[in-house]
């Protein structure tokens, strides 16, 4: 009665940006885990809703998205795989968040609307499945912090763990089957799209404010809302640097033993065409070294990842390309003791199988915020255009105030414009 009440609360209250906190219990693991889902676009329809209709211990009871059209698209997938009229559709995810038969979310947003949503809805009880990446350093932390506080199951929306590709890269290398690593090369694909801003009036179906949120304000245009037109704006995300650069430098981080740490140095150089309306470099040289030395060069040419150490090297090409090595041997051995974690179940399922659990997810919030940390340092350094130095533990510049600043930004007052 007490959850209930403060529910009810919390729904009159449904102008607030961020909804209060509501205790909850550990789904039984009898009963089906209930889900919303918040963002309907192309990859939250295609990836994680149908995803997770295919699992038989969840069952998907609301969606919401800011376009009209894609939320009713998504309210018929959901009707359709269970053969009945039950999936409720919503234009305000704050909607969505107060009731109390849902016991997750799963949003598949802009990336500027990762965080804040997910902390609305940590303090309205619900565990949360997330895309990536984060848009600033500092708000990831406060995610880190707002999980541990209301003792939730979080996960990102990032598959790599579960690729065996990647996998038996991370375990060569940990196991030091190429000798003592020295050296990461990252390379991500250049969009070549070109993108020139055409504003005018938003279309009726859309809810502009709504899409634009914690964003500074801007007039509407096609590019913007274009699934990545909106990417290389900075105000938005960080370009093909989070994007791609999610996948395959958090290979690079589990490789290094790096992923609940970071880099310590960083320099990098970008470029953004003119007559475009992108703020996000769109080609980009960054490099990095970590407290062990390691060295780890990302640039936009390709997709493609190579780990060179003191006895060899491996890596792959492409998205899921083959593992390849100076010995093809190194893969597929068993190791005891072994410095790398068995290859997890796919997000969604690691997902639910937590929830039930409690136990901690294949990418926990803690590994989502570092990861985008060194990408959004590679960023910032690309924006000062000179070399900086990180300190991982206290997570701020070395004596470096203007970079320091550049960690947050401020948010727009939404709810009341």
């Not at 963002?39 to 376009?67: P, Q, W, Y």
């Not at 990336?111 to 848009?135: M, N, Q, R, Y």
């Not at 801003?197 to 590019?223: C, F, H, I, T, V």
Request: charged letters at 25%; a positive charge; glycine letters at 8%.
């Amino acid at each position: 009665m007490q959850q209930l009440s403060r529910r009810k609360f919390v729904a009159a209250s449904a102008t607030a940006a961020i909804v209060p906190w509501v205790s909850r219990l550990p789904a039984a693991p009898s009963k089906a885990i209930t889900l919303g889902f918040i963002g309907t676009g192309g990859h939250g329809i295609s990836r994680n809703l149908r995803s997770f209709l295919r699992e038989k211990d969840c069952r998907a009871m609301a969606v919401c998205d800011v376009f009209q059209s894609r939320k009713k698209k998504a309210v018929g997938i959901v009707n359709k795989a269970y053969g009945n009229q039950d999936c409720r559709g919503y234009d305000d995810f704050r909607k969505l968040l107060v009731r109390d038969d849902i016991d997750a979310v799963v949003i598949s947003t802009p990336d500027h609307w990762h965080v804040p949503i997910s902390l609305a809805a940590l303090a309205a009880g619900k565990d949360v499945f997330c895309e990536k990446p984060t848009l600033t350093i500092r708000e990831g932390r406060v995610l880190v912090d707002a999980v541990k506080k209301h003792d939730a199951v979080f996960q990102t929306g990032l598959e790599d763990r579960s690729i065996p590709q990647y996998h038996a890269l991370c375990e060569a290398v940990r196991n030091g089957a190429i000798g003592q690593l020295k050296h990461i090369e990252v390379e991500l694909p250049t969009h070549k799209k070109v993108y020139r801003e055409e504003r005018q009036a938003p279309p009726k179906e859309l809810d502009w404010n709504m899409w634009l949120g914690p964003a500074p304000w801007a007039e509407y245009s096609p590019q913007r809302v274009d699934w990545m037109g909106w990417r290389m704006i900075r105000d938005y995300s960080g370009g093909i640097l989070t994007d791609w650069g999610a996948h395959l430098v958090d290979t690079a981080l589990v490789a290094n033993f790096a992923e609940k740490s970071g880099p310590v140095e960083i320099k990098g150089r970008g470029e953004i065409p003119e007559g475009v309306m992108n703020t996000a470099k769109k080609t980009f040289d960054v490099h990095y070294r970590f407290a062990n030395n390691v060295t780890m060069r990302v640039v936009s040419n390709g997709v493609r990842i190579r780990f060179e150490g003191t006895g060899g090297w491996c890596g792959n090409d492409g998205w899921r390309g083959e593992p390849k090595a100076h010995d093809p041997g190194i893969f597929g051995r068993s190791r005891a003791p072994n410095r790398m974690w068995s290859l997890p179940h796919d997000e969604h399922r690691d997902f639910l199988d937590a929830v039930k659990s409690r136990k901690p997810t294949t990418y926990t919030a803690e590994d989502l915020h570092r990861l985008s940390t060194t990408l959004h340092l590679g960023a910032i350094a690309m924006e000062l255009e000179r070399p900086l130095r990180w300190d991982p533990t206290k997570e701020t510049f070395n004596d470096d105030a203007e970079a320091s600043a550049l960690r947050s930004r401020k948010a727009r007052d939404w709810a009341n414009a």
